[in-house]
Every structure is written in structure tokens, then in C-alpha cells.
């Protein structure tokens, strides 16, 4: 606290000193410039006038050095003034950056909802204001929604295991409980297990993709799209989903593994929640300098306006849709996180008659180092 105390009066003396230097220096110029040439005016003395004029004489006009030691004084008596005069410019100048560090501590304190609000006049350290507060805005959104991720996570994590050990607890109470029905818990509590460690993969990938692009690769999103529809299309024809893709090359660069998990989630969510006999259409293009993958499914109606609620952690436009459990609403989220780490584009509209049409927009090209 010391320190930075005397960081701020250092700055405020340092400040105070060039500008009493600066008005110092003004002083000097006056004396140089104004004062030194008038010592050469002489009082005029009057040759050869009649007798009978009046003429009165004047003596000499003030000397060198009685001007130079005016002068002096004068430069003298100008020090404490243009110290006083620069301290008291300085902590002018500082007064807005004090009030801008008081608030920035009480808003690091833990009060997210405090803001700047410098108001006018616009000029520099406003601006600097207005982008500390878009900064706090920012954090506090921020903050809110690890907050609401880490209480939604939760739930779901303890969802599966207050079932288990419900499960279990049943079964150890059953004194008749024979082989068949052990062997019948065992399996729940495996079915729960399994659904509780897909849980898990699915936020660690999604961890993994906030953190963003650990290395650049080129690849082509036909290539990986066709390795993902070979492991979907059974699950597709179990369900009655017709998959459907018109791929072209289109080659751009990313992290291999979180740009497969992007495909892979679009394409699940489309299978999951969609309608019997419904269809999946995925399409890779490229169009100047940008390449897309695009990803058109049948499905229940979806209002425009929830769209992208969708794409937050946990949101379900319908849960336990269609009796179905396997979904976590976790999906969108993580093609979100790993479009903004590829710093691609994420674009989505419902579709009139049902489902949803979502196209990524990835650079088109190859990189070798981080763009």
C-alpha cells in the first residue's frame, strides 16, 4: 500500500517538476528576450536647443545591472511560485486517474456492479474510463456465468449419484434380494456410471475447448466429417435418421481434435433431437476465403429467440425430450467454445417447418505457427 502510495506521489512530483520547469524556462525567455535589450534605452539629452526653450533634462534610463538584478530576484521569487504552480497542475491533471484506481479497487473488491462513469468531457482518460467499464461489464458477465456453469454442473453431477447410492441402498435393505436382482442393480448402477463418466468427457471437452487452439494443423473438414459419419450412421439407422452430405474439399487449419469435436457434437445434435424418419444433411464448401461446414437438421419447431440460449452450458430447449436421457445440454456449447478458439463464425436459424441449419465459417488456408 506504501508503495504504490509513493508510486502515485512520485508521479504527481514528476509532473510538478516539469511544469515548473516549463514555466521557469518561460520566465528566463521573458528576461532574455524582453527585459536585456530595454537596458540599452538611454534617457535623451537635448543638443543645442535655443536658450529660450524650456527644455527640462532627464537623467539616465535605468542600467544593465540594476535590470540584471531585478531580474535575478524576479527569477528567484519565480521558483517556489512555478513549483506551486506545477503541483497544483499535476494534481489536477491526476485526479480523474484517482478516481479511476479508487473505483477499480472497490470494483476488484467484489463489487462487479460498480462503474466508471467519467460522463464529459470526452477526452483521453474518459475513453480510458468507458474501456475499463466495458472491461468490468465484461468480467461480471463473465463471472455470472461461471458461477451459473459451476451450479448447473453440479446438479448434474450429484443428479446421477444420489441415484446410484439410492440404488444401492434399496438393494442392501432388500433382505430377499437374490443373485437376479443384484445382478439387476449392478447393472443400473453400470448404466448410471456410464452416464455419469459421458457427463464428465463431455465438460472436460468442453474445458478444453474454452481453453482454446494449443497447436495449428491443416486439415480438411471433408476428411473429418467423413471419419465421424462412419461411427453415427448406425446409431442414425437405429433411429430412423436419414444422413445425408455433399462434401468438398475445404481445407483450413485448427486443432485436429477439437475441430472433430465440433463436427462431432453438430452431427449428434442432430440426430438426437430430431423426429423419426427424419433427415441430416451435411455440406463442406469452400467460397473465397473462407471454408463452411454445415450441418441441416429436421426436428421440433424452434422459436427464433431461443436460439441462442441453446449455446450456453446446460440449456435444453426440451428435456427428456422424446424420453431420451443421453443428452446433457452441453453439445452447442462446446461447437461455441470451439468456434470462438478458432476464431471462426457460428451462424444458426430455425427452420420454418422444424430443426435447425448451423454453418461454422473457418479461414480457408494453412498455418504452421499460431495465427
Not at 47 to 57: E, L, N, Y
Not at 107 to 113: F, K, Q, V
Not at 313 to 338: C, M, S, T, W
Not at 345 to 356: D, F, I, M, V
Amino acid at each position: 500500500m506504501t508503495s504504490r502510495k509513493f508510486a502515485r506521489r512520485s508521479l504527481q512530483t514528476r509532473l510538478a517538476l516539469a511544469y515548473a520547469a516549463g514555466i521557469y524556462a518561460a520566465g528566463v525567455l521573458v528576461v532574455v528576450f524582453v527585459a536585456v535589450p530595454l537596458a540599452s534605452v538611454q534617457a535623451a539629452t537635448p543638443k543645442d536647443q535655443p536658450s529660450s526653450s524650456a527644455i527640462t533634462d532627464t537623467g539616465p534610463g535605468i542600467s544593465l545591472p540594476q535590470l540584471l538584478t531585478g531580474s535575478a530576484v524576479a527569477l528567484v521569487l519565480l521558483i517556489p511560485v512555478a513549483l506551486a504552480l506545477g503541483w497544483f497542475v499535476a494534481g489536477r491533471f491526476l485526479q480523474p486517474l484517482r478516481a479511476i484506481t479508487a473505483t477499480a479497487k472497490i470494483i476488484s473488491a467484489g463489487d462487479l456492479h460498480r462503474r466508471l462513469d467519467l460522463g464529459e468531457p470526452t477526452d483521453e482518460l474518459t475513453e480510458l474510463g468507458h474501456t475499463l467499464d466495458d472491461l468490468f461489464a465484461r468480467l461480471e458477465a463473465s463471472f455470472d456465468a461461471q458461477r451459473h456453469f459451476v451450479a448447473n454442473a453440479s446438479h448434474e453431477l450429484r443428479t446421477p449419484l444420489a441415484g446410484l447410492r439410492t440404488l444401492l441402498e434399496v438393494a442392501l435393505a432388500d433382505p430377499d434380494a437374490d443373485a437376479g436382482t443384484l445382478r439387476s442393480v449392478c447393472q443400473e448402477a453400470l448404466a448410471l456410471g456410464g452416464h455419469q463418466e459421458r457427463l464428465v468427457q463431455a465438460l472436460l471437452a468442453l474445458a478444453t475447448s474454452e481453453r482454446g487452439v494449443a497447436r495449428w494443423d491443416t486439415l480438411d473438414l471433408a476428411h473429418v466429417v467423413e471419419g465421424v459419419l462412419a461411427s453415427r450412421r448406425d446409431q442414425a439407422t437405429q433411429t430412423g435418421i436419414d444422413l445425408a452430405e455433399h462434401l468438398t474439399p475445404a481445407v483450413t487449419a485448427g486443432d485436429p481434435r477439437l475441430v472433430e469435436s465440433l463436427v462431432a457434437n453438430l452431427i449428434d445434435n442432430a440426430i438426437r433431437h430430431n423426429h423419426a424418419d427424419g433427415h441430416v444433411k451435411i455440406t463442406t464448401q469452400t467460397s473465397g476465403t473462407q471454408v463452411a461446414l454445415t450441418v441441416t437438421n429436421s426436428g421440433p419447431v424452434i422459436p427464433g429467440n431461443q436460439i441462442q440460449r441453446l449455446f450456453q452450458p446446460f440449456q435444453k430447449l426440451a428435456p427428456e425430450r422424446h424420453g431420451r436421457r443421453d443428452g446433457y445440454g452441453l453439445g452447442l456449447a462446446i461447437v461455441n467454445a470451439v468456434t470462438q478458439a478458432h476464431h471462426a463464425t457460428l451462424t444458426t436459424s430455425a427452420r420454418p417447418e422444424g430443426g435447425l441449419s448451423i454453418t461454422v465459417q473457418f479461414a480457408h488456408g494453412s498455418h504452421t505457427n499460431d495465427p
